[in-house]
């Protein structure tokens, strides 16, 4: 069974930044495309950002060259450094795992960016 367990997130002011940690574990298991998307109340979930195993980044034009998402080792592991964080990224955080075909996700954490 493969389980994300999610570390990071909080309250933030405006311009501030936070950091995101998930970590997946299954001794057999090895994703291909780790990623992080986001949920606030009222919409769909989003992609924020996703790396595959060959380091490959993808973002979504929201956070371009406000978040970085990178994955040590190539391994189980994916973080994502936010920085100047605006209140319209206030959302709940999910990892998520791929490796077709499943996609396995984390609980979410919340991040709160206020004004």
């Known amino acids: 069974q493969v389980q994300l367990v999610e570390s990071g997130g909080g309250l933030v002011q405006a311009g501030g930044s936070l950091s995101l940690s998930c970590a997946a574990s299954?001794?057999?298991?090895?994703?291909?495309?780790m990623g992080w998307y986001r949920q606030s109340p009222g919409k769909q979930r989003e992609l924020v950002a996703s790396?595959?195993?060959?380091?490959?980044?993808n973002y979504s034009d929201s956070v371009k060259g406000r978040f970085t998402i990178s994955r040590p080792n190539a391994r189980n592991t994916v973080l994502l450094q936010m920085n100047s964080l605006k209140p319209e990224d206030t959302a709940v955080y999910y990892c998520a795992a791929e490796r077709s075909p499943n996609t396995y996700w984390g609980q979410g954490t919340q991040v709160t960016v206020s004004s």
């Open positions: 790396i595959n195993m060959y380091g490959v980044t």
């Open positions: 299954g001794s057999t298991f090895s994703a291909v495309v």
